[in-house]
């Protein structure tokens, strides 16, 4: 049984990066806008969190874009094939990301943030303060190409800032 969600724009991501890349988009200082319609008391508390959790939609992408079969992360051959739903990118049947950036002050319903992979423009569904309580339980695993692909400069930039 498919069961339909509606759900409503929150925000916008105002500045940064411009050009879609399938790769780093980190370093770019960006602002979440939040829609007028919400007071500015939703806001009231977060500035005291060093880190948001943000649920986007890839707005450039088409469903054209999705891809339901295995295939090489980037189309690079040196990693195994892998399914839709072990990539991160908008080939995803919704076509929807989570980001964690780093959130560096709020100016009234501007959540100014640094490593946000959205570009200007993106339609933000859903913001929330990065619990580290709520993060990853256990030994964290995965293959090696990950790491291989993402290291060792994927967040470089980022780190030199911390």
Same mark, same amino acid.
């Given at each position: 049984?498919?069961?339909?969600?509606?759900?409503?724009?929150?925000?916008?991501? +105002?500045?940064?990066?411009?050009?879609?890349?399938?790769?780093?988009?980190?370093?770019?200082?960006?602002?979440?806008?939040?829609?007028?319609?919400?007071?500015?008391?939703?806001?009231?508390?977060?500035? /005291?969190?060093? #880190?948001?959790?943000?649920?986007?939609?890839? #707005?450039?992408?088409?469903?054209?874009? +999705?891809?339901? #079969?295995?295939?090489?992360?980037?189309?690079?051959?040196?990693?195994?094939?892998?399914?839709t739903f072990v990539h991160r990118n908008h080939r995803?049947?919704?076509?929807?990301?989570?980001?964690?950036?780093?959130?560096?002050?709020?100016?009234?319903?501007?959540?100014?943030?640094?490593?946000?992979?959205?570009?200007?423009?993106?339609?933000?569904?859903?913001? /929330?303060?990065?619990?580290?309580?709520?993060?990853?339980?256990?030994? +964290?695993?995965?293959?090696?190409?990950?790491?291989?692909?993402?290291?060792?400069?994927?967040?470089? /930039? =980022? =780190?030199?800032?911390?």
């Amino acid at each position: 049984m498919t069961m339909m969600l509606q759900i409503e724009q929150i925000a916008t991501v +105002v500045g940064g990066h411009t050009t879609v890349v399938d790769d780093y988009q980190g370093g770019v200082e960006s602002v979440i806008r939040l829609d007028d319609r919400f007071p500015l008391e939703t806001l009231q508390g977060l500035d /005291a969190f060093s #880190h948001l959790t943000v649920l986007w939609y890839f #707005h450039k992408a088409s469903p054209a874009d +999705v891809q339901l #079969h295995a295939r090489s992360p980037r189309g690079d051959t040196r990693w195994p094939a892998t399914g839709t739903f072990v990539h991160r990118n908008h080939r995803r049947p919704n076509q929807l990301a989570t980001s964690y950036p780093r959130l560096l002050k709020v100016v009234g319903r501007d959540l100014v943030v640094t490593d946000l992979d959205a570009v200007d423009g993106t339609p933000v569904y859903d913001i /929330a303060p990065y619990f580290e309580q709520m993060g990853p339980r256990g030994q +964290v695993y995965q293959p090696a190409w990950p790491r291989e692909m993402l290291e060792p400069n994927y967040w470089a /930039a =980022a =780190a030199r800032t911390l």
